[in-house]
């Protein structure tokens, strides 16, 4: 079993921050291969399916992204996953608008949620796919702006943007599945 975790905060008011990129990447997935994600467990709304042969567990942590890895060492404990099998994605500052990047494991490159996983497992060397959501100008090192800025919506341009990088995730994701990280790095960098 593949563990996919799609990293955001819980609640309506957060649905189309730009935090929230992680769920929605994982919402849309699970909705084109028929996965609903409704279930609760281990602090994580969750979907079981099957994906071209591959039995997936999809996973949304309800501990709001800086508390992701609690959730997510959990699910990976009660399924009996290996961290090899775990593919998380989320947001990126560092990333341009609707650009996405997928790495096999490293460091959580200032991102919280990813902190907390790594901090949890105790290891950074998980799959993950990032989707870009571009930094704010002006903001350099500044945590409130920052804060502010992933804590906001898109505009309805960036809005069209994100759709369609969003189907590039679900594309991405399906790639790591049936043909395994390095060739979904190759094809979507």
Do not use: W
Not at 67 to 73: A, C, P, Q, R, T
Not at 104 to 122: D, R, V
Request: hydrophobic share 40%; with cysteine.
């Amino acid at each position: 079993m593949k563990l996919i975790v799609g990293l955001g905060n819980p609640g309506r008011s957060y649905a189309h921050n730009r935090h929230n990129v992680g769920f929605r990447c994982v919402n849309y997935f699970g909705r084109i291969h028929s996965i609903p994600i409704k279930r609760q467990q281990c602090q994580a709304r969750i979907g079981i399916g099957e994906v071209a042969g591959i039995k997936l567990l999809l996973a949304k942590p309800r501990t709001f992204v800086n508390l992701s890895g609690n959730s997510v060492k959990s699910l990976l404990r009660k399924y009996n996953i290996s961290i090899d099998d775990l593919l998380v994605v989320c947001d990126d500052l560092d990333l341009p608008l609707g650009k996405i990047r997928l790495r096999s494991g490293g460091s959580s490159g200032g991102h919280k949620g990813l902190e907390s996983i790594i901090s949890a497992l105790g290891s950074g060397e998980f799959s993950r796919v990032r989707a870009g959501i571009g930094r704010p100008a002006g903001a350099g090192g500044n945590e409130d702006i920052i804060v502010g800025y992933v804590l906001s919506d898109f505009t309805s341009q960036e809005a069209e943007v994100v759709k369609s990088a969003i189907v590039t995730v679900a594309d991405a994701i399906y790639c790591v599945l049936t043909q395994g990280i390095v060739a979904a790095m190759n094809e979507f960098n």
